[in-house]
């Protein structure tokens, strides 16, 4: 892998991906924020519970604004032995287990593995409480109130939310950053109230707002409609429409965080399915990128026409859905302004992508040698101004927080720089129908 390639369009960055520092947004602040939305619990009998993984910074705030007991809750995770950047669950004290077996499933994890990890956290676990010297507090007929960061998966929260009925909580509370809709959806079941980071008193201007987008073809309305999140702070400067792949990749909390980051950044953000269920309009047996594409462009004039129509837009799409996203950016009538794939299949649009104009990003993973191999070669065919961005030690660019919150921090400087108003695109002459090759562009 080469460490570092320059040219007059394109880069190669490395991106380290051990601990990040305040991330992508002041973690701060936020949580300053999250401790007074809490403050109505004060005059109540309340013990704050954190969890040894994320979350603990965020109870500390919070335990300490509202003058109430601080507890901590044991986590272990549970990382598959042959990835240890993909997280399959958790397991807490005490006998609390919480396992994504929709992650266990895709990264091959038998009931053997499986087993062998649980026996490991477990005895972690029982040694890191035998060395504990302080007591629980007591929560029986209490209010637990679990804090989390909200910035990887929620499964330490998932399970804080266990402990705390297990303990006798009388009435258990959850408080984790986020779009309301996700965490109302991912704790229902879990916990009997989700508290809210009151956003009005924040720079966010709209609440994340259900939305419906019309799928387009050649301009047209299908009759179908798909399903997205809109959310736009009073001062937003651009719009970054997010194309989900729905089942095609099924990642929606880590959208969601790169939504809610780019939010926090002062971006407007479109978040959108690509796929509805039983879709009239798409042969299953194929897949028609086209089609796809043409969704993407919609969703870029249904975004201008919900705010300033001179504001630029850029998009964020990851695996299939990058893919996509640099289809529809190659299209003559596209208005996508900057482009970010993350851990993009590009293979599928490698024909297009001399005719990319909008400055393009691509992430990848160190450690993911097949995407990056298709990425570099992505990087060689692009005319347009763009990078490619090596995020070290990393496969999977959505399993590890630390590696979400890099795909973030790259990805709100790259729509910086390019959606800046007033910012400067070298537009590349088109030819029959084709963009000028490399050695004319400059001329």
Not at 73 to 92: F, Q, S
Not at 97 to 112: M, Q
Not at 113 to 140: G, K, M
């Amino acid at each position: 892998m080469p460490k570092h390639h320059l040219r007059a369009t394109g880069r190669v960055c490395l991106v380290g991906g051990g601990k990040s520092g305040m991330g992508t947004f002041d973690r701060k602040h936020r949580h300053k924020r999250l401790a007074e939305q809490l403050q109505m619990y004060a005059s109540e009998d309340v013990v704050v519970l954190g969890t040894s993984v994320g979350g603990l910074a965020a109870a500390i705030e919070v335990a300490a604004t509202i003058a109430k007991p601080l507890d901590v809750v044991e986590v272990r995770k549970l990382e598959v032995p042959y990835r240890p950047e993909l997280e399959l669950g958790v397991v807490a004290d005490p006998d609390v287990t919480v396992i994504d077996r929709a992650i266990a499933k895709e990264a091959h994890v038998t009931n053997g593995v499986l087993n062998e990890t649980l026996r490991r956290a477990r005895n972690e676990l029982q040694s890191s409480l035998a060395d504990r010297d302080e007591r629980a507090h007591p929560l029986d007929g209490r209010t637990a109130v679990v804090v989390d960061d909200g910035e990887g998966p929620w499964f330490s929260a998932f399970a804080a939310c266990q402990v705390a009925r297990a303990r006798g909580a009388e009435r258990v509370i959850v408080a984790v950053p986020g779009s309301p809709k996700r965490m109302r959806e991912a704790f229902r079941g879990h916990a009997d109230e989700v508290v809210l980071v009151d956003e009005q008193n924040s720079s966010t201007g709209r609440f994340p707002t259900d939305v419906r987008i019309p799928a387009l073809s050649n301009g047209k309305k299908l009759g179908v409609s798909l399903p997205g999140v809109f959310s736009a702070p009073s001062d937003a400067r651009a719009t970054v429409v997010i194309a989900r792949g729905a089942n095609i990749d099924g990642n929606s909390a880590r959208d969601g965080f790169i939504a809610d980051s780019l939010n926090a950044n002062g971006f407007a953000t479109l978040m959108f399915d690509l796929l509805v269920d039983n879709d009239p309009h798409l042969n299953g047996a194929d897949f028609e990128i086209d089609k796809f594409s043409a969704r993407v462009m919609g969703a870029v004039d249904w975004a201008r026409s919900e705010m300033d129509d001179s504001m630029p837009v850029g998009v964020y799409g990851s695996s299939t859905g990058a893919a996509i996203a640099l289809w529809a950016a190659a299209d003559p009538d596209s208005k996508i302004d900057a482009v970010v794939s993350r851990g993009g299949l590009l293979g599928l649009v490698t024909h297009r992508l001399d005719m990319v104009v909008a400055p393009t990003l691509l992430l990848v993973g160190g450690e993911d040698h097949r995407v990056f191999q298709g990425n570099h070669e992505a990087a060689e065919r692009l005319l347009c101004p763009h990078a490619l961005c090596v995020i070290n030690n990393m496969a999977d660019l959505y399993a590890d927080p630390t590696a979400v919150d890099a795909v973030a921090r790259q990805s709100i400087s790259w729509f910086r720089q390019w959606l800046a108003p007033g910012a400067a695109v070298p537009r590349i002459p088109v030819i029959a129908g084709r963009r000028r090759g490399r050695q004319n562009q400059n001329r």
